[in-house]
């Protein structure tokens, strides 16, 4: 078989993805990192701090649900005039649109679903916090702090949402600010 025929069979066959297995090693050091640090600062702290790490969580979930919502709906014709001007930002714009469906699914599943899992976990601190200090163990505290944890997790999402898509230029490139600050992907 010659070089041509043997290029044109490989053409053929699909490229596997290796994105499913680095989601999953990712998806697991992250939440071993999310874990330890929410574990650490939870240790022997009050209710406040707990409140705190909590809300930090959700924050967190928010922000990168709408990175990733953000840079799905974006348009790189801005991004693209950026970096030609070599405008700080611009090329780190122009990688995290390029690969939108990995950015997405990295900020929406991997960073976002942590993020619910850690902040879950955290309510069960604060449930067992506020049930020793009021001396009870009713399962209405329970309901009141699922409730409310569960409305500030979709309802900031939902709002993240509506701002990703109505300004997504502007939340990508000020991802992407920030990415060249911290001297990301260059």
């Avoid at 999310?34 to 701090?49: H, R």
């Avoid at 924050?59 to 950026?82: C, E, K, N, Q, Y």
């Avoid at 929406?108 to 679903?113: E, H, I, L, Q, R």
């Avoid at 569960?150 to 990703?164: C, E, M």
Wanted: proline fraction near 2%; aromatic fraction near 6%.
């Amino acid at each position: 078989m010659s070089d041509k025929e043997k290029n044109k069979k490989s053409k053929g066959k699909k490229k596997h993805s290796h994105w499913p297995l680095k989601v999953f090693l990712m998806s697991i050091a992250l939440s071993a990192v999310l874990s330890f640090l929410s574990s650490t600062a939870l240790s022997g702290a009050g209710s406040i701090v707990a409140i705190v790490v909590l809300l930090a969580f959700i924050l967190l979930g928010i922000i990168f649900d709408m990175i990733g919502v953000a840079v799905t709906a974006a348009d790189p014709r801005p991004f693209h005039s950026m970096a030609a001007h070599k405008e700080k930002g611009g090329k780190e714009a122009i990688r995290l649109l390029s690969r939108a469906n990995e950015v997405s699914s990295f900020c929406n599943d991997v960073v976002g679903d942590i993020c619910g899992i850690v902040s879950g976990s955290t309510a069960a601190v604060i449930v067992v916090q506020l049930q020793r200090n009021f001396n009870t163990t009713s399962v209405l505290i329970s309901i009141g702090v699922t409730a409310l944890i569960s409305g500030l997790t979709i309802g900031g999402k939902a709002l993240g949402k509506t701002v990703a898509i109505n300004d997504c230029t502007n939340v990508v490139y000020r991802v992407a600010r920030v990415m060249h600050t911290l001297h990301l992907f260059r």
